[in-house]
């Protein structure tokens, strides 16, 4: 069980793409961006879905147009 005072996931947890090494914090902040850029998490989930390395990578370095790229590409 989670305890209410503590973060949910460690920010200086690693996810490997390749060659590079990005931090849960920069997903994360990452999706913040693009949810202030209107791209909702159902739009980030189905780009997730379509290519999980692309838009893992365009989440970490902020990337909103590859993203919305993605998205657009993973539409029916």
Do not use: C, K
């Not at 200086?12 to 920069?26: C, K, Q, S």
């Amino acid at each position: 069980m989670q305890d209410d005072d503590g973060p949910y996931y460690d920010i200086t947890a690693f996810v490997y793409i390749g060659d590079h090494a990005f931090t849960l914090d920069e997903i994360w902040g990452g999706v913040d961006a693009a949810e202030r850029a209107g791209i909702s998490l159902g739009e980030i989930g189905r780009a997730l879905n379509h290519n999980w390395t692309a838009a893992v990578t365009a989440l970490a370095i902020g990337n909103i147009g590859v993203l919305r790229a993605l998205v657009d590409e993973a539409s029916p």
